[in-house]
Nanobody, 125 residues
Framework: QVQMVESGGGSVETGGSLRLACVFS????????VAWFRQAPGEEREAVAA???????KYADSVKGRFTISRDNAEKTLVLQMNSLKVADTGVYYC???????????????????WGQGTQVTVSS
């Protein structure tokens, strides 16, 4: 069983930055694919970024060049640095982990086995 807790959400204006962190109950990096998803009101959950088992980062087109995903093995923490935030980035951000070897399907929510409780990000104009 893997548990995680997200933090770092908040309210910012357009163009601002936030840093989200997800602390895992155990070190799973290199054995699980880990990712950030988000869900806006009335919308489906969508993938934002991931670090796959082979270490390769993946990004949704909508966040490329603005968001950076990274991991701190010693702290068992997955980080999402979000810069140049837009109103469209508003939503609840979730940390997720999958024990499957994901590649082309990294963006599919049903491929992930464990989820955090989410942290709210609100971007205002």
């Amino acid at each position: 069983q893997v548990q995680m807790v997200e933090s770092g959400g908040g309210s910012v204006e357009t163009g601002g930055s936030l840093r989200l962190a997800c602390v895992f109950s155990k070190n799973i990096f290199g054995r699980y694919s880990v990712a950030w998803f988000r869900q806006a009101p009335g919308e489906e959950r969508e993938a934002v970024a991931a670090i796959l088992i082979d270490g390769g980062p993946k990004y949704a087109d909508s966040v490329k060049g603005r968001f950076t995903i990274s991991r701190d093995n010693a702290e068992k923490t997955l980080v999402l640095q979000m810069n140049s935030l837009k109103v469209a980035d508003t939503g609840v951000y979730y940390c997720a982990a999958s024990y499957a070897y994901l590649q082309a399907t990294w963006y599919m929510a049903d491929r992930y086995n464990y989820w955090g409780q989410g942290t709210q990000v609100t971007v205002s104009s």
